[in-house]
């Protein structure tokens, strides 16, 4: 079965440190999202991305973050000066558009301290 | 007021029992509705995808949506240990779109 791969598994960061996420999507998939999930919380939307741009983003995704495709096959977040508060579980997730090929992958745990 | 609120749970039954898992939402905007199992620290797994109002059937699982009432479940029939776990609904507007999810119910199936 296809899968959405996400390194690393765990980054532990010093506060004001940039961290960059990295997600490998699904090789014929198209539609590209970022989700966050604190501990203990729901799963949060942070930005979707499409034909190489950002179609949709949420109030949570600030200046501090960017995303980037950088060669075709990965696709990545960056958090530019890292807060207590950005620790949280980071889900990549791909869709072919369909909705019904839609898949997450096993999260990056990033931890501030 | 959320715009999706789940059961809170955590439900606990015993093996083979019947489960019944329920969302509301407040935008009757939502057309896309799913259901995702999730196991601790790990992404969540696509269950069941429906489109608008109506039933959807997969094994052991049903997924039904009353658009009417803003309403949502997932039916587990004959549970088992493993389907231990914690499950989400999720809902969206269009069929690319970002995902609204509940806070999610945990379940625990006694052996």
């Known amino acids: 079965e296809p899968e959405v791969t996400q390194t690393p598994s765990h980054q532990v960061t010093q506060m004001g440190q940039e961290v960059i996420l990295r997600c490998v999507p699904i090789s014929n998939h198209l539609y590209f999202y970022w989700y966050r999930q604190i501990l203990g919380q729901k799963v949060e939307f942070l930005v979707s991305f499409y034909n190489n741009e950002i179609s949709e983003k949420s109030e949570i995704f600030d200046d501090q973050f960017s995303v980037e495709r950088p060669d075709g096959s990965n696709f990545t977040l960056k958090i530019r000066s890292t807060k207590l508060e950005d620790s949280a579980m980071y889900f990549c997730?791909?869709?072919?558009?369909?909705?019904?090929?839609?898949?997450f992958g096993q999260g990056t745990r990033l931890t501030v301290v | 007021q959320k715009e999706v609120e789940q059961d809170p749970g955590p439900l606990s039954v015993p093996e083979g029992a019947i489960v019944s898992l329920n969302c509301t939402y407040s935008n009757s905007a939502f057309q896309y509705f799913m259901w995702y199992r999730q196991y601790s620290r790990k992404g969540p797994e696509l269950l069941m995808y429906?489109?608008?109002?109506g039933n959807k059937e997969d094994g052991r699982f049903t997924a039904q949506v009353d658009k009417s009432s803003k309403y949502i479940s997932l039916f587990i029939r004959d549970s088992q240990p493993s389907d231990s776990a914690t499950y989400l609904c999720?809902?969206?507007?269009?069929?690319?779109?970002?995902?609204?999810f509940g806070d999610g119910t945990t379940l625990t199936v006694k052996p």
């Open positions: 429906t489109y608008s109002s």
């Open positions: 999720a809902m969206r507007y269009t069929n690319a779109g970002k995902s609204t």
């Open positions: 997730a791909s869709s072919d558009g369909t909705g019904r090929l839609a898949f």
